[in-house]
Each structure stands twice: as C-alpha cells, then as structure tokens.
T-cell receptor, first 117, second 110 residues
C-alpha cells in the first residue's frame, strides 16, 4: 500500500533561515510520481514540483530545492533564506502506477511552516 | 479557460440536510476526483472518476455519492449531512501526471 509520511507537523523559523521539510514515502511500484504542494493561508493548493521515480536528479528553483533519494524513499524540500511569504502548509504526495495517468494522489498530513520576521 | 471551478465557496448545513457540491472543469480531462481536508489529516480521497459514466471509491467514501454524466462535471452529493463531514472539500481534474485543484468548498455541518 502506498503511504506518505511527513513527520514534522509544525516548524517555526526566523526569516532568512534555511528550512528543510521531510517527506518519506512507501510504495511497491517501481514507477511513481512524487509531488509537493503549498497551501498558503488563503487556502488554495499551489503545485510546486513533480518528480518521477526514474529521475533522481536534485532540482533547484530559486530559493526552493528538492532532494530525491530512492535509497531512503525520501523526497525532501528545502527553502533557502526563508521569507514570511513562505509561511504555509506544505504537502508531499505520491501517485502510483501512473501508466494510464489516471491515478489518485496520496497525500501526507502536511507540515505547517511559520516564518517569523 | 477557467480551469477547475467549485461552488459554493462556503456552506453551512444542519445535520440531516442534503446538498450537492459542484465541480466543473473546462480542460477536457477524463480524470476527476474529490478530496476532503481535515486539520492534521492532509487530503483524503473520497471518490474519483476516470471518465463519464465511471466512478470509484477512494479512502473515505461513506456518506458521499457521486456521478459523472459528462466529462466536464463531477458533483459530490451529501445525502444526510453529519457534523463529521465538516471539512474543506477540493475537487481536482487531471491529464497524465498533472492534477489541477479547484479553490475548495468550506462546509460546516451543525
């Protein structure tokens, strides 16, 4: 069965600190996709990144970076030089067997990040 | 191109009332789904559909009904609302490995 664990329920950092949000997943499939979403206080879900199971390259987008390690079944998300606008709930999600492309997402419980000015 | 739209944005129901949450998409996606979000629980799948006329249950289907008569619409029905159904409901549609979420409906059952 597929499962996504975000062990950090809440994190609080001071502005300009770096912060890493952890995500550990379980799946029996060899082909899967991993995702990160941001949910700001306004409530909408904002897509951040998608990574397939065959691409273990780390990715950097501005202050955001993602570290995918199949050996530890982890897909961690780092925000460098955090800003108040980064305050949100962040969700990691997994989609198994995406051959048809029509499979549900399984979400972790989310990590609430508070960045204090 | 409006993407995924959900109505209403907010709703208050009394226990036992019924209502339908509307979801529509204009991207011609075959796949649509409903999730509920509760504090500390993440998003959990209620029902999903891989095309018109085809629906299936997710993780938490009890108390909810769906149908898919057109590609564009995927309504979620609460037959007899209960306080445990107080939640934020998100509809999503997708093609391949991209899923687009609606803005959500905040439902309170008193």
């Amino acid at each position: 069965a597929q499962k996504v664990t975000q062990a950090q329920t809440e994190i609080s950092v001071v502005e300009k600190e770096d912060v890493t949000l952890d995500c550990v997943y379980e799946t029996r499939d060899t082909t899967y996709y991993l995702f990160w979403y941001k949910q700001p206080p306004s409530g909408e879900l904002v897509f951040l990144i998608r990574r397939n199971s065959f691409d273990e390259q780390n990715e950097i987008s501005g202050r955001y970076s993602w570290n995918f390690q199949k050996s530890t079944s982890s897909f961690n998300f780092t925000i460098t030089a955090s800003q108040v606008v980064d305050s949100a709930v962040y969700f990691c999600a997994l989609s198994e067997s995406p051959h048809s492309g029509n499979t549900p997402l399984v979400f972790g419980k989310g990590t609430r990040l508070s960045v204090i000015a | 191109n409006a993407g995924v739209t959900q109505t209403p944005k907010f709703q208050v129901l009394k226990t036992g009332q019924s209502m339908t949450l509307q979801c529509a998409q204009d991207m011609n996606h075959e796949y649509m789904s409903w999730y509920r979000q509760d504090p500390g629980m993440g998003l959990r799948l209620i029902h999903y559909s891989v095309g018109a006329g085809i629906t299936d249950q997710g993780e938490v289907p009890n108390g909810y009904n769906v149908s898919r008569s057109t590609t564009e619409d995927f309504p979620l029905r609460l037959l007899s609302a209960a306080p445990s159904q107080t939640s934020v409901y998100f509809c999503a549609s997708g093609r391949g490995y991209e899923q687009y979420f609606g803005p959500g409906t905040r439902l309170t059952v008193t």
